[in-house]
């Protein structure tokens, strides 16, 4: 049974989240197809693959943001992104990021230390039993609620990822995740390999402290995040994301039915 939880009793995850130097087939929900039908996102930097470089200033860095503790005095910590939802208001990250809820903030499209569409507070938290019971790295992921902001949906405002899952070893991804010493996210895109039958594995150089969480996409489409074995990696080179399984998707549709 999928857990959603309001409030945590601490925050280890933040000193856990991501601490080093510097993780083929379209999910079809039933009521959903509508939500997930992929739009390749508006074309960000195409660097040679495995290379890390800055991400483009457009719409599809706008769906990917950083999370505070308090505010933006308070430092961000971990990457987060919207994903479609029937409430539209569902963000996801690695399940390692998320503490207490009371004081976590999202600010989608961060940059230069500004929060250009606004600081969204997260509500609810979407856990697998894996993660709460024993920290399994292979439930390293975590959906939550935002509350609405100005009368606005997080969703309306920046849009959102559609979810895909069964994707083949070799999926190419792309990755926008926020060092936490960066003032602005990064980008890198590169083929990834199976470390395991739960973990995946990419060749990224920079993705250091902060980047858990990132969102890893295929053609546009939310395929994990990063998170897993190891906390995402301990090397800011190699990077791990939990492979999107059943757990995942019953996960995602708890979220976007109850947000």
């Known amino acids: 049974m999928i857990q959603c939880l309001s409030s945590r009793p601490d925050r280890r995850s933040r000193a856990r989240a991501r601490g080093r130097r510097g993780a083929r087939i379209l999910l079809a929900l039933a009521g959903m197809t509508a939500l997930l039908s992929v739009d390749v996102p508006d074309a960000l930097a195409d660097p040679p693959l495995g290379v890390t470089v800055p991400a483009a200033a457009d719409g599809t860095a706008g769906r990917v ?13 971990c990457t987060a992104s919207v994903v479609r939802s029937q409430d539209r208001d569902v963000v996801v990250t690695a399940a390692h990021c998320l503490g207490s809820l009371g004081t976590t903030f999202f600010a989608p ?8 569409y606004g600081l969204w507070k997260l509500t609810g938290m979407y856990v697998a039993p894996g993660w709460t019971e024993g920290e399994d790295p292979d439930e390293d992921i975590a959906f939550a609620t935002v509350a609405p902001l100005d009368g606005r949906r997080i969703e309306d405002v920046v849009g959102g990822f559609p979810v895909a899952a069964q994707q083949p070893a070799d999926a190419k991804v792309s990755i926008v995740g926020y060092p936490s010493r960066e003032d602005s996210p990064l980008y890198c895109a590169n083929t990834t390999t199976l470390f395991s039958g739960t973990q995946r594995r990419i060749e990224c150089p920079d993705l250091s402290g902060g980047t858990s969480g990132s ?44 947000g």
Do not use: C, I, K
């Open 109 to 116: 499209g961060y940059r230069d230390g500004e929060a250009p």
């Open 215 to 258: 969102p890893w996409l295929v053609d546009g489409a939310l395929a994990g995040v990063l998170g897993g074995y190891e906390g995402g990696g301990t090397v800011p080179e190699v990077s791990y994301s939990a492979v999107m399984g059943d757990q995942a998707v019953e996960l995602y549709r708890e979220a976007s039915d109850n």
């Open 65 to 77: 943001g950083a999370l505070f503790a308090g505010g933006l005095d308070g430092g961000h910590f």
